[in-house]
């Protein structure tokens, strides 16, 4: 069964930091680029960061830049993101996004989103 399943949100003060995790299940996880997300109740849909199939090139929206990190264990087919310094305007639901495109074929899935919130 296709599963991409995050955890780790929560509260936090700002300044603080999180750990999310997104545990991936019944695809082949290390064929795929991933991707973090995410949304808030005013905004569109947000790309935070996204780490290649192999995990050797990442790329960060530059509101997190210097912030996040994103990684990947393929071995335990687990993408995670570090957030440091967190402000009260990373406060959204993440959600973990799998993505791979061969020929004409995308492949897209998406985790049911964990909810961060950046409070005082």
């Known amino acids: 069964q296709l599963q991409l399943a995050e955890s780790g949100g929560g509260m936090v003060q700002p300044g603080g930091s999180l750990s999310l995790s997104c545990a991936a299940s019944?695809?082949?996880?290390?064929?795929?680029?991933m991707n973090w997300y995410r949304q808030d109740s005013r905004k569109e849909r947000e790309l935070v960061a996204s780490?290649?199939?192999?995990?050797?090139?990442?790329n960060y929206a530059d509101s997190v830049k210097g912030r996040f990190t994103i990684s990947r264990d393929n071995a335990k087919n687990t993408v995670y993101l570090q957030m440091n310094s967190l402000k009260p305007e990373d406060t959204a639901v993440y959600y973990c996004?799998?993505?791979?495109?061969?020929?004409?074929?995308?492949?897209?899935?998406w985790g049911q989103g964990t909810q961060v919130t950046v409070s005082s």
């Open positions: 019944g695809f082949p996880f290390s064929n795929y680029a």
């Open positions: 996004n799998a993505f791979y495109q061969v020929r004409q074929s995308t492949f897209n899935y």
């Open positions: 780490i290649s199939s192999a995990g050797g090139s990442t």
